[in-house]
C-alpha cells in the first residue's frame, strides 16, 4: 500500500506551551501522527530532511537539532558559528544548506562533517534556499535578489574565492520563495522560479539565468510549490488561499508554454480562483505548501495551524487534515513507500548511510580572516555499506572462464562415428532416392494425363 508521510513543522517561542509539538510526523491519506517532537523552536522554514534524519533550526540559539526518522528521537544538538533563518538539504541527502541574517549561506557535508560558507553575497537576510538536480542551490533574500551557487565550486578548495555562478535581480521587494521545477524528483530541470513581496512571480531557466515570464498575483506570495510534472505552480497568499499559475494557458499557436519566445517581456496576470479565498478570519496567511507524488492535491498549511487539502483537478477542498496548536511554517513530503507494482530486478542498488553524523568543522572559519579556507586533511568520511551480495547476473571473467574450459572439455570428450553409422546413412539416402523417383513417375503421369484430356476437349471444340 502505497504510503506519503508528512513532515511538519510549527513555531512556537520558548514561552509557550510545551504542550504544542513544534515537530511531527502525520500520515497524509489518514491524517494520523506517526511522531512528534517538542523540544525543538524551529523558525519558518526552518526544518530539512533526509531519509534517515530531520534537522531543526533554533529561532532562539544558533544550534540546529538532528532527529533521527521515523522515531524524532534526538540524536544530537550541535551549536554554530551563527544563527540560521532557513534550512534545506539537497536532493541526494548529502549536503545540508543554511542561510542566515547576515546574508551568508553554509553548506555541511554530511558525512564528513566538512563546512563551507559563503562571503556575505546578500545584504540581508537569506529568506528562502532550494537545490537543483544538477548540483545548484538557489538562495533567495529579502534584498530582492537571487543567487545561483554551484556545488562543486563551493567545494573546491583550490579556489581563493565563492562567488555565485549568476545573480537574479528582476524583483523589487523581498524575496519570500523559490522553487525549482518539480523533474528535479526524477530528472533535472532547467525551470526556476522565485516569488517576492512584489506580487509577482518569475519564471527563470535555471542554468542561464534566462527570464522566462513573469506572473502578476492578486496577492503577496509567502510560499510556493511545483507541479512534479511543471505543469503549474501553486502559491500561497499572505491574504489567504491558494492560486494555482497554469503553464499551459501561455500557448501561443506553435509557441507552447514557458518555452515559447514570443512575449516573454509581457506580464502575465494570474486571474483563476483563489482556493480559499473566501476565508477572511484572522490567521489565514497561508505560509507552508506542499504538492503530493503524483500532482494530484496540494497541501496547505496557515497561520491557525490548519493543514488542509486541495483537489488540484476541481480546485475543491478535498479535507483538513489536521489541526495543529501553533502556526503551519514548515512542511515537507517524504519520499512515498509501499509500492506494490515495483519491478523485480535481478541487478542490485547500493546504498550508504550515515549511523552517526559527525560534528561540523567550523573552526577554520571562525579563525580565518575570511569564509573561503579550511583544512580538507583534517576530515574523514564516515559511511555505512551494506555488505555486498553476489550477483545474480551471470556475466563476469569467472563465468566466461567456467564457460571456455567446458568446451574444451566436450571437445577433447568428442570421437567420430563408427562405421555403422555411416552404413545407416547410405542407407537412409538410398530410401530417400527410391521415394523420390516413385513420386517423379506419379507426377509424369498424372501431368500428361492432364494435359492429354485438355487436348482433346480443345479439338472437339474447333469441330
Known amino acids: 500500500m502505497l504510503t506519503e508521510t508528512l513532515l511538519l513543522g510549527t513555531y512556537r517561542t520558548p514561552t509557550d506551551s510545551t504542550d504544542v509539538a513544534s515537530i511531527s510526523l502525520c500520515n497524509l491519506h489518514s491524517g494520523a501522527s506517526l511522531a512528534s517532537q517538542k523540544r525543538s523552536h524551529p523558525s519558518h522554514r526552518g526544518l530539512a530532511a533526509t531519509k534517515t534524519h530531520v534537522f531543526a533550526q533554533q529561532s532562539d540559539k544558533s544550534v540546529v537539532n538532528v532527529y533521527t526518522l521515523p522515531s524524532l528521537t534526538l540524536e544530537s544538538a550541535i551549536p554554530f558559528p ?4 532557513v534550512l534545506s538539504a539537497s536532493p541526494c541527502g548529502n549536503f545540508l544548506a543554511a542561510g542566515t541574517e547576515g546574508g551568508r549561506t553554509y553548506v555541511w557535508e554530511l558525512a564528513s562533517g566538512r563546512l563551507v560558507a559563503t562571503p556575505a553575497s546578500h545584504l540581508q537576510r537569506i529568506t528562502s534556499l532550494a537545490w537543483a538536480q544538477t548540483q545548484h542551490l538557489v538562495v533567495g533574500s529579502e534584498d530582492t535578489n537571487v543567487s545561483v551557487w554551484s556545488l562543486p565550486a563551493l567545494l573546491d578548495t ?11 535581480d528582476r524583483h523589487i521587494h523581498a524575496i519570500t520563495a523559490v522553487a525549482v521545477g518539480g523533474a528535479s524528483s526524477g530528472g533535472p530541470s532547467e525551470l526556476l522560479l522565485t516569488a517576492a513581496r512584489d506580487r509577482s512571480v518569475i519564471a527563470w531557466e535555471l542554468h542561464t539565468g534566462a527570464h522566462l515570464r513573469t506572473f502578476l498575483l492578486p496577492g503577496i506570495p509567502l510560499c510556493l510549490a511545483v507541479d512534479p510534472a511543471e505543469r503549474a505552480a501553486y502559491v500561497g497568499l499572505e491574504e489567504g488561499g491558494v492560486v494555482a499559475v497554469d503553464f499551459h494557458s501561455l500557448d501561443r499557436g506553435s509557441e507552447r508554454g514557458l518555452g515559447a519566445e514570443r512575449g516573454r517581456d509581457v506580464p502575465v496576470t494570474v486571474e483563476g480562483e483563489i482556493w480559499g479565498g473566501e476565508d477572511t478570519a484572522e490567521g489565514r496567511e497561508v ?59 535481478t541487478t542490485t542498488t547500493t546504498t550508504t548511510t550515515l549511523p552517526v553524523l559527525p560534528k561540523p568543522k567550523y573552526e577554520s572559519i571562525l579563525a580565518a580572516t575570511s569564509a573561503q579556507t579550511f583544512d580538507p586533511d583534517s576530515y574523514s568520511l564516515t559511511l555505512s555499506l551494506p555488505p555486498l551480495s553476489t550477483p545474480s547476473s551471470t556475466f563476469g571473467p569467472e563465468h566466461d572462464m567456467q564457460m571456455i574450459l567446458r568446451g574444451a572439455q ?11 553409422r555411416t552404413e545407416q ?31 482433346e476437349e480443345e479439338g472437339e471444340k474447333q469441330r
Not at 551563527?82 to 533563518?85: K, S, V
Not at 492535491?297 to 493543514?307: F, I, P, Y
Not at 487539502?309 to 514548515?330: E, H, M, R, Y
Open 287 to 345: 505560509i507552508s505548501l506542499a504538492v503530493s507524488y503524483e500532482g494530484g492535491a496540494v497541501v496547505a498549511g496557515n497561520k491557525r495551524g490548519e493543514v488542509a487539502i486541495w483537489d488540484v483537478a476541481t480546485g475543491c477542498l478535498f479535507k483538513n487534515l489536521c489541526q495543529l496548536k501553533a502556526p503551519v511554517t514548515s512542511m515537507i513530503l517524504l519520499p512515498p513507500s509501499g509500492f506494490t507494482n515495483t519491478p523485480t530486478t
Open 82 to 85: 551563527e544563527a540560521f533563518t
Open 410 to 420: 566436450e571437445m577433447n570428450a568428442f570421437t567420430p562415428a563408427g562405421e555403422h
Open 425 to 455: 546413412l547410405e542407407e537412409e539416402l538410398a530410401a530417400l532416392y527410391d521415394s523420390y523417383e516413385r513420386l517423379a513417375e506419379v507426377h509424369r503421369k498424372t501431368w500428361k494425363e492432364m494435359v492429354g484430356a485438355m487436348l
Open 158 to 168: 583550490r579556489g581563493a574565492t565563492r562567488t555565485a555562478e549568476r545573480v537574479l
